[in-house]
């Protein structure tokens, strides 16, 4: 059983593309994914796709055939869903099969149209990663939960706004040289403090932006990129998924993330690596606080000590444990179903030192990534590592 | 590689529960399905769910959390979304797991809830199978593209509204005795060619019912069964999965589902086994049509001979080859998310003798099930083999 390769990544512009279908996108990131692997779409034999919102948004399901045909896969295609975190499961089904040996070409993206609806009806697509019955009646949003973890996070551990408004200007700063980020503009503190509330403890700054994108990555066996001479160094060595009750109210805790726990046990045991071995991590941070509770799940931080990380610089681009490099969702950019194989695309480049960002960053080897669904019903944890 | 057993599988009664919700129906299939096991839900390992239109019609994204939640179900939990193929793309992935050796039990099963929000909306939910910018706002549904699916079928190879007649009167037959059948109701050719037409050809009585309702099987690995000493004689020794465009306008013919096609070859050809060995087929009759393109794809007739099955009686419970013992999804009725693993309920049961169809149809051996998504855009195809 050997760890498959990241032959390829391709992303769009993140942004606001209300013009653009959602086929649109994921043709451009798919083909761009194709062209970078120097693998041709006859040699893909399935495409995992993730999507969340095609139905409320687009008006359309069945979005699997629909993406291949658009990067010209002749090949079955899954769509998989588990909000936010949709394209990690389809990555990790991916990573699986290969594995196994049955399959040697996957590829694997996910995109999301989202700002074609408005912030109002894309705000209540969102809601839907929710409990309907329990959260989304009561009028629970998506800022409104993650209000409530961070305030339960104050409660339980410390920490205040202005820390987490620390991790909103690190995001931003990381964002600055990422060519694709919708939001690539410095900020300060005091511009995160004194922005609007949006569901207290959290402002305007603390949130991710609504984005239009997609994202795509070539996923191969070891057998097939040394077979085809593949200039591919980067391999999945772990991986993991965890569930949790959807709604907060059936849950012990507000300030801890257990599934993204779960997930990040399996796929470091997978990997045969530990919190101290990461060099560089990609986590859901679709609310300051939502990095904060990832990095402590991760374990690169002890619980109760991520709050502070940004503000000590620890996770700023030349700390010594960077997160977010490519500006995270907060900057980057959330295009909710493209999201976790954006991260892959973003970790495989840095390790392998191919694109804009090389020599841009300490020197990593091993990588992780974090996708998170919903209020972390769902998360997965990928490890990448670069073959020296 | 050992293959997978069926260790257990539960179905809701099938009909119209509008107040019932979706996670209330899968509740009671995936408990049934665990009892019918012997399984604990804590050794469950994971589970794939399928559904399709939850975000339209119970505002509900994100099922997989919550699916797993309303059976006990502390693992992480999966949605796939291929349409009316969902719960097929499901068991493909969970035997492609339990093949590997990474995974020892999954839960697999889909629901669907759809009478809630009446039938000019579960209409409008269905149409979004299919292609929105190029079919759905020019008018089409459904009924229309099986419609023009069957006005081709007649061109090329002839047939007639009373041979796919013939398909309805067969399959109401059959649900007579299913227990959990939506439509237990005898009908007449003369009843099918003087309903009210659909879509030209495509009487009332062509199409299949909308439904609610859900289905769930406990996958385990041979090694689980064993161990554990389940009684569980019924594996799944082939899977195949095909794609074809979305849109029937960007295919060379309407007459025939080649995604079915290539789901076929990989199943048999993983199973080991060819059409002539297969006793008993449950496919996915959406349409009286679509049975007639099942049973040509699936081999079991040749190209232009299945539309006169049904009429010469082959096709019926004592046939020579008897396809939708249950009643198809013509009369046992179809939630779409939970079609594919009410098959392999049905198949199971029928293999083993377990249930109230035990001595009612001829010995089988091997089966075969068949998932279309769509105008079969996706297509599963599973062989299930009782192990004597």
């Not at 498959?4 to 593309?17: I, K, L, N, S, Y």
């Not at 339960?152 to 991790?167: K, M, P, Q, T």
């Not at 980057?332 to 090389?358: F, M």
Request: proline share 4%; net charge negative; aromatic share 4%.
């Amino acid at each position: 059983m050997s760890d498959p390769r990241v032959a390829g990544a391709g992303v769009t512009d993140f942004g606001e593309h209300p013009e653009r279908t959602g086929r649109d996108l994921f043709a451009e990131a798919g083909l761009a994914a194709l062209d970078d692997a120097g693998v041709p779409a006859d040699d893909v034999e399935a495409l995992y796709f993730g999507n969340f919102m095609g139905e409320l948004a687009e008006h359309q399901g069945h979005q699997g055939p629909l993406m291949a045909e658009a990067v010209g896969v002749n090949a079955p295609a899954t769509r998989f869903e588990a909000a936010c975190a949709s394209a990690g499961a389809g990555v990790r089904q991916a990573v699986k099969n290969l594995r196994s040996g049955e399959d040697d070409v996957i590829l694997v993206g996910g995109a999301e149209r989202m700002t074609n609806i408005g912030t109002a009806a894309a705000t209540d697509a969102l809601a839907i990663a929710a409990d309907d019955l329990y959260e989304v009646r009561a009028g629970m949003t998506f800022p409104g939960a993650y209000g409530l973890m961070a305030r339960s996070y104050f409660a339980e551990y410390g920490g205040n706004r202005e820390d987490l408004a620390h991790v909103a200007v690190k995001n931003h700063e990381h964002a600055l040289v990422n060519e694709h980020a919708q939001l690539r503009k410095e900020i300060t503190v005091e511009d995160a403090l004194e922005a609007p509330m949006v569901a207290d403890p959290l402002g305007l700054y603390d949130a991710c932006p609504i984005t239009d994108g997609a994202a795509a990555a070539v996923l191969v066996s070891e057998e097939y990129a040394e077979d085809h001479g593949l200039d591919a160094p980067v391999s999945i060595t772990g991986t993991g998924q965890g569930g949790d009750n959807l709604a907060l109210q059936d849950r012990p805790h507000f300030d801890q993330t257990p599934a993204a726990d779960e997930a990040t046990d399996e796929a470091y045991a997978d990997a045969g690596v530990g919190p101290d071995d990461v060099d560089v991590a990609e986590v859901h941070d679709c609310f300051t606080i939502a990095e904060v509770l990832a990095v402590e799940s991760l374990g690169l931080f002890e619980r109760g000590e991520g709050i502070t990380a940004a503000r000590e610089g620890v996770t700023t681009r030349h700390g010594a444990m960077p997160v977010n490099l490519s500006g995270g969702l907060k900057a980057k950019g959330h295009p909710v179903g493209a999201t976790g194989v954006a991260q892959i695309a973003t970790l495989t480049w840095l390790l392998d030192g191919s694109h804009q960002r090389a020599g841009d960053v300490p020197e990593a080897d091993v990588a992780v990534a974090h996708n998170a669904g919903g209020t972390a019903a769902s998360a997965t944890v990928h490890v990448l590592e670069v073959k020296s």
